[in-house]
């Protein structure tokens, strides 16, 4: 209150408070949206009611304050006998003072008959008597000294139009929480109905993977079925047998290999120096210096005509001195001898070209590329029959948890019914309402 005196003690009247009886019911959640239509259209009848009460009180409590403002009105508070200045403030208070009374509260209220209406009444009530609060403040020293049989009735009644405003915030106030519990009660709702959608959900997802791990066992069953036919034919044997002499045979590379290698280190020195000093074309330029690097990929009857004229040009070269060599004689006896038994060389690698080429060409009585691949299929079933299981396990975790929540939610309903309508709503439902 604005007018400047302090506000009395407010009492609380006990009365009012009835002893609440709390009863017990059964319901299903199905019933729930209809109950919170009736409490909801139980708490604004009361609310009404209640108010309409108060509305009651403040037109009479205003009709005192217009009796208060008329009798001012009437009194000339010995203006007259005043300063001609203080005459004017005075005269000036007292008339905003009943002017503000009058335009506030000669209106009657609206009739309230709904729950609107009772929000328009607290409104209008809290802007009237505000207004007039501010205005004896405004004017509170005036009618203080010099309307003082005035400013006691003024102050205590606008005291019980607070009041009794007050009282009107605080039922309105009790209202809306008991409306925030109703929406919360609707939103818990709303989570059921959508955990219970997820759980569905779960379950079909669940059941496509157990469909899926069943269709990948098949084939995982096939494919093993295959793979083992497979190995267990002639042909896989004979296929094995195959790449096991081609590794033997492989013994017999390195070992041709190995003696080409040891005839050209002899004579590596001279091919090297004769790459930079010879007139010979570019392509014999590169089989020289592979000659002196790698002289078992080179040899080759395709080859030994080329490699002839390689040989003979680095013997005239080491013969002239344009290839420097420690011995010319042991140099010149190197080549030679490379050259006698190149034929030899060339014939001993075909031979085991040969023999390697055929070995590989039997390889085809057996796919073993087919092999790989089912293999192959197989380990990716394998993995996908894992990564399904690890999946369904995933799932099955959350559908425990949602389930888990379901259970929750009943009891935080069951609590905010309580909370809302003093009844002790116990929720039956079936094992089909939380999807188990």
Do not use: C
């Not at 109703?182 to 997802?205: E, P, V, Y």
Request: proline share 2%.
């Amino acid at each position: 209150m604005v007018f400047g005196w302090g506000k009395k003690e407010q009492v609380v009247e006990e009365h009012r408070d009835k002893p609440v009886i709390s009863t017990h019911k059964e319901i299903t959640l199905e019933d729930i949206p209809s109950i919170i239509q009736d409490i909801t259209h139980l708490r604004q009848k009361t609310l009404i009611v209640e108010v309409k009460s108060f509305q009651k009180r403040i037109e009479s409590d205003s009709k005192i304050l217009l009796s208060i403002a008329d009798e001012l009105r009437k009194d000339d508070l010995k203006a007259d006998d005043m300063d001609p200045h203080l005459t004017i403030l005075v005269n000036k208070g007292k008339k905003e003072v009943i002017s503000s009374i009058q335009n506030e509260f000669r209106i009657k209220f609206a009739d309230i008959d709904s729950f609107d209406k009772v929000i328009d009444f607290q409104k209008n009530a809290s802007m009237r008597i505000k207004k007039v609060g501010n205005m004896l403040g405004k004017h509170s020293r005036v009618i203080h000294i010099f309307a003082k049989k005035y400013a006691k009735k003024l102050k205590d009644d606008l005291e019980i139009l607070t009041d009794d405003l007050t009282e009107i915030n605080t039922l309105i106030s009790n209202y809306n929480s008991n409306q925030e519990l109703l929406d919360d009660i609707k939103n818990s709702l709303n989570d059921f109905a959508d955990t219970k959608k997820g759980i569905s959900n779960h379950k079909t997802r669940k059941l496509q993977l157990g469909r899926s791990i069943e269709t990948e066992q098949h084939n995982e069953t096939d494919l093993k079925k295959y793979i083992d036919e497979m190995k267990s034919s002639s042909e896989y044997k004979e296929f094995q047998a195959i790449q096991q002499s081609i590794i033997s045979v492989s013994d017999e590379e390195k070992s041709v290999k190995k003696k080409i290698e040891e005839q050209f280190i002899k004579i590596s020195r001279p091919l090297n120096k004769y790459v930079y000093v010879s007139a010979l074309d570019k392509p014999l330029k590169i089989m020289t210096e592979n000659l002196a690097t790698s002289p078992y990929d080179v040899l080759s009857g395709t080859n030994m005509s080329d490699i002839t004229t390689i040989l003979n040009s680095v013997r005239s070269g080491v013969e002239s001195g344009s290839v420097s060599v420690k011995d010319v004689s042991k140099s010149k006896h190197a080549i030679n001898e490379i050259m006698d038994l190149l034929p030899q060389l060339i014939d001993q690698k075909n031979t085991f070209v040969e023999k390697k080429s055929k070995l590989i060409s039997d390889l085809t009585i057996f796919d073993n590329d087919k092999l790989s691949k089912s293999i192959s299929d197989l380990e990716k079933s394998t993995s996908n029959i894992s990564d399904m299981e690890s999946r369904m396990s995933l799932i099955q975790e959350q559908i425990d948890a949602s389930k888990s929540s379901l259970h929750g939610i009943i009891s935080k309903l069951e609590l905010n019914l309580k909370q809302a309508s003093s009844t002790h709503y116990k929720i039956s439902y079936t094992e089909n309402d939380i999807q188990i």
